[in-house]
């Protein structure tokens, strides 16, 4: 078997994404647009050919697929490895396939149809009545086509997905598959895919798919980018519009939480001042009002008819001085866990009662920011974030740059893709307060140093208004990319890998490493991961490692050289990690990473509860207005 055949992007010339206009607006219902959710049961078959290619040389799209062989249900979202009871399933490497049918109202054929795609894990190719639609390149991001021109209005459509897991020296994250030619050892063909990351390549349709509709003149992308000036609140707003250019005009109105319009506009381009203001706070510094969230209503009128989009929005500045993190001009520490979105059984498939309990339970904590370590995570979950006051570090899946072939020329550019799908996607949200381009590249390699100056800057031109980072693990002697950052973001374990067990030497040692970074840099710092693995229920007295006494211990040691830099430069700390999670297999992880707070069910360790009480204390002494 050659590479080229499990290599997603071998076929590179193919690798066009999904872009149908600038936009890539959440759908939403109104009085002009029209959602329908095809979430469900779907057919589901795993090309088990030796080369993975059977389905696309047969071309399994041209016919239901349950014509084509064996199918089983697969439901939507949800990643494929973990709902059946077939290893070959769990650990699949290549082309999987996906169909269902559908119908669509008569009275759509006049209005614009688009088939939306929340993500799915890796690279998709979707079919509409057996004709290509869209390609999407990239596991975490949404995508969409305009299907008018596919669809049978008359009865039923056939709607065929095939989903490649493949990981390459160039996909984001970036992973190698190794083939094994000794046929003593292994049997023919055998390959297996090597990741560079510590959780598990989770694959399927991990989002909704949905159909909207706008008219044919349509709003198809809003900027919105806020500032505070005399305690007015100021919403600079910049509207695109698709289809037909020629005499549309726009309506701007700014709702306040009451439905009460509190700010209008008729250009495309401009700034609505609302008076008094409320500011969007975390609910940290805002306890009894947090996260107040306006709406952007705008109404476009054109030959086509109207266009009526919501957009809530959320007044607050964010900004990085030598020394703080302020947001709406005021300090901010942020306390809070770096996360996964998998839990048992759906793998990351969009899951709402998990949302809810993962949000109840960062309240419970006390955390008032979080990380999308190490991929962009469901747009219905950002959702939340800016509902219910919690920040947001939004990390793109640049996560294991580590080898020179992930420094290419190709993987740049595939970076600097995907950070315009993810802030395109994610620019609007009050709770984004900062862009993480990368978790832990090897910025020792000189080759880091005009690669991150690259996907930093351009992220930085894609939006102004909020700092880049990335999320480093070297030494500052030795890291080549810090210089591009707004804010130091920097992961330590002493006292688990290096000096394991000795929780005596974590404060010496993080400390003097702390103040090497600022002494040398003059940035703010934020730790976004320490932790330590813990078997829920594993005692010891003395701790020792993997017991929940040792997690505890070792937190200690780390709360305490923290509360000695709070003030000074440290503006953050985020434990590693909120809850247990998915791995591969490996002699280091016991069915997954153990540093959770939380076990993979969402049940608290004893560490929990010391974190509970250290963010509770810290939200009073450094937060409330
Ligand atoms: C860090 C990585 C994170 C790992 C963690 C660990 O950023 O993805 O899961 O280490 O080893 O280096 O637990």
Same mark, same amino acid.
């Given at each position: 078997?050659?590479?080229?055949?499990?290599?997603?992007?071998?076929?590179?010339?193919?690798?066009?994404?999904?872009?149908?206009?600038?936009?890539?607006?959440?759908?939403?219902?109104?009085?002009?647009?029209?959602?329908?959710?095809?979430?469900?049961?779907?057919?589901?078959?795993?090309?088990?050919?030796?080369?993975?290619?059977?389905?696309?040389?047969?071309?399994?799209?041209?016919?239901?697929?349950?014509?084509?062989?064996?199918?089983?249900?697969?439901?939507?979202?949800?990643?494929?490895? &973990? #709902? !059946?009871?077939?290893?070959? =399933?769990? /650990?699949?490497? +290549?082309? *999987?396939? $996906?169909?269902?049918?559908?119908?669509?109202?008569?009275?759509?054929?006049?209005?614009?149809?688009?088939?939306?795609?929340?993500?799915?894990?890796?690279?998709?190719?979707?079919?509409?009545?057996?004709?290509?639609?869209?390609?999407?390149?990239?596991?975490?991001?949404?995508?969409?086509?305009?299907?008018?021109?596919?669809?049978?209005?008359?009865?039923?459509?056939?709607?065929?997905?095939?989903?490649?897991?493949?990981?390459?020296?160039?996909?984001?994250?970036?992973?190698?598959?190794?083939?094994?030619?000794?046929?003593?050892?292994?049997?023919?063909?055998?390959?297996?895919?090597?990741?560079?990351?510590?959780?598990?390549?989770?694959?399927?349709?991990?989002?909704?798919?949905?159909?909207?509709?706008?008219?044919?003149?349509?709003?198809? &992308? #809003? !900027?919105?980018?806020?500032? =505070?000036? /005399?305690?007015? +609140?100021? *919403?600079? $707003?910049?509207?695109?519009?698709?289809?037909?250019?020629?005499?549309?005009?726009?309506?701007?109105?700014?709702?306040?939480?009451?439905?009460?319009?509190?700010?209008?506009?008729?250009?495309?381009?401009?700034?609505?001042?609302?008076?008094?203001?409320?500011?969007?706070?975390?609910?940290?510094?805002?306890?009894?009002?947090?996260?107040?969230?306006?709406?952007?209503?705008?109404?476009?009128?054109?030959?086509?008819?109207?266009?009526?989009?919501?957009?809530?929005?959320?007044?607050?500045?964010?900004?990085?001085?030598?020394?703080?993190?302020?947001?709406?001009?005021?300090?901010?520490?942020?306390?809070?866990?770096?996360?996964?979105?998998?839990?048992?059984?759906?793998?990351?498939?969009?899951?709402?009662?998990?949302?809810?309990?993962?949000?109840?339970?960062?309240?419970?904590?006390?955390?008032?920011?979080?990380?999308?370590?190490?991929?962009?995570?469901?747009?219905?979950?950002?959702?939340?974030?800016?509902?219910?006051?919690?920040?947001?570090?939004?990390?793109?899946?640049?996560?294991?740059?580590?080898?020179?072939?992930?420094?290419?020329?190709?993987?740049?550019?595939?970076?600097?893709?995907?950070?315009?799908?993810?802030?395109?996607?994610?620019?609007?949200?009050?709770?984004?307060?900062?862009?993480?381009?990368?978790?832990?590249?090897?910025?020792?390699?000189?080759?880091?140093?005009?690669?991150?100056?690259?996907?930093?800057?351009?992220?930085?031109?894609?939006?102004?208004?909020?700092?880049?980072?990335?999320?480093?693990?070297?030494?500052?002697?030795?890291?080549?990319?810090?210089?591009?950052?707004?804010?130091?973001?920097?992961?330590?374990?002493?006292?688990?890998?290096?000096?394991?067990?000795?929780?005596?030497?974590?404060?010496?040692?993080?400390?003097?490493?702390?103040?090497?970074?600022?002494?040398?840099?003059?940035?703010?710092?934020?730790?976004?991961?320490?932790?330590?693995?813990?078997?829920?229920?594993?005692?010891?007295?003395?701790?020792?490692?993997?017991?929940?006494?040792?997690?505890?211990?070792?937190?200690?040691?780390?709360?305490?050289?923290?509360?000695?830099?709070?003030?000074?430069?440290?503006?953050?700390?985020?434990?590693?990690?909120?809850?247990?999670?998915?791995?591969?297999?490996?002699?280091?992880?016991?069915?997954?990473?153990?540093?959770?707070?939380?076990?993979?069910?969402?049940?608290?360790?004893?560490?929990?509860?010391?974190?509970?009480?250290?963010?509770?204390?810290?939200?009073?002494?450094?937060?409330?207005?």
């Amino acid at each position: 078997m050659s590479a080229a055949v499990l290599g997603v992007c071998a076929v590179a010339i193919l690798c066009v994404t999904g872009v149908a206009g600038i936009g890539m607006l959440y759908p939403r219902d109104s009085e002009s647009r029209e959602v329908k959710n095809l979430d469900g049961m779907w057919n589901f078959r795993a090309d088990m050919s030796p080369t993975r290619d059977a389905g696309l040389k047969q071309s399994w799209f041209s016919q239901p697929l349950a014509k084509t062989g064996p199918v089983i249900p697969m439901p939507v979202p949800s990643s494929y490895n &973990d #709902v !059946t009871q077939d290893k070959a =399933i769990r /650990d699949f490497v +290549g082309w *999987v396939w $996906y169909d269902r049918s559908f119908f669509v109202p008569q009275d759509w054929q006049n209005r614009r149809v688009v088939l939306r795609f929340g993500s799915a894990h890796y690279y998709s190719m979707v079919w509409v009545n057996s004709q290509k639609v869209v390609e999407h390149n990239g596991g975490h991001l949404p995508f969409e086509a305009e299907i008018n021109k596919y669809l049978n209005f008359a009865g039923s459509n056939l709607l065929t997905v095939a989903v490649n897991n493949t990981l390459t020296p160039h996909t984001l994250p970036p992973g190698t598959i190794t083939y094994e030619s000794d046929t003593k050892r292994y049997p023919e063909g055998y390959f297996v895919q090597n990741l560079q990351m510590d959780f598990f390549n989770y694959a399927g349709i991990h989002r909704h798919v949905r159909l909207y509709t706008t008219p044919t003149t349509y709003i198809d &992308d #809003v !900027t919105v980018t806020t500032d =505070i000036s /005399d305690g007015k +609140g100021i *919403v600079n $707003y910049q509207i695109v519009a698709g289809g037909s250019t020629q005499g549309n005009s726009i309506k701007v109105e700014v709702e306040d939480r009451e439905g009460n319009v509190v700010g209008t506009s008729a250009t495309f381009t401009g700034a609505v001042s609302i008076a008094n203001a409320n500011l969007w706070y975390p609910y940290t510094m805002m306890p009894n009002s947090p996260a107040y969230l306006y709406t952007l209503k705008m109404t476009l009128t054109s030959a086509a008819g109207t266009d009526v989009y919501r957009l809530p929005i959320g007044i607050r500045t964010v900004q990085v001085t030598d020394t703080q993190l302020l947001i709406n001009n005021k300090p901010f520490y942020c306390h809070g866990a770096a996360k996964h979105e998998d839990s048992d059984i759906r793998g990351k498939g969009l899951d709402y009662a998990l949302i809810a309990k993962d949000f109840n339970m960062l309240k419970w904590l006390g955390v008032n920011c979080f990380r999308t370590s190490h991929y962009p995570y469901a747009e219905e979950i950002m959702d939340q974030a800016d509902r219910q006051g919690i920040m947001v570090i939004d990390e793109s899946p640049g996560v294991g740059i580590s080898t020179d072939e992930n420094f290419s020329n190709e993987s740049l550019s595939h970076h600097l893709e995907v950070m315009g799908e993810l802030v395109r996607r994610d620019k609007n949200r009050p709770s984004v307060m900062i862009w993480s381009v990368a978790n832990e590249p090897a910025t020792n390699k000189d080759i880091a140093a005009p690669y991150f100056k690259s996907v930093i800057g351009h992220t930085k031109n894609l939006d102004p208004t909020r700092p880049v980072t990335f999320v480093c693990n070297h030494h500052y002697s030795d890291d080549k990319a810090i210089p591009y950052v707004d804010i130091i973001c920097f992961n330590r374990y002493y006292g688990w890998y290096s000096d394991t067990g000795h929780t005596e030497v974590i404060q010496l040692q993080l400390g003097s490493d702390m103040d090497g970074w600022r002494s040398k840099y003059n940035k703010p710092l934020i730790i976004t991961e320490y932790g330590a693995d813990t078997v829920a229920g594993l005692h010891r007295d003395p701790s020792s490692v993997f017991t929940e006494e040792y997690q505890v211990d070792f937190m200690t040691e780390y709360h305490k050289l923290f509360d000695t830099r709070i003030g000074k430069y440290l503006v953050g700390e985020m434990v590693w990690n909120f809850a247990d999670f998915m791995t591969k297999q490996g002699v280091k992880r016991v069915v997954g990473n153990k540093k959770g707070m939380l076990t993979r069910q969402r049940q608290p360790k004893a560490a929990a509860f010391l974190l509970r009480e250290r963010y509770h204390d810290l939200m009073n002494s450094t937060h409330h207005l």
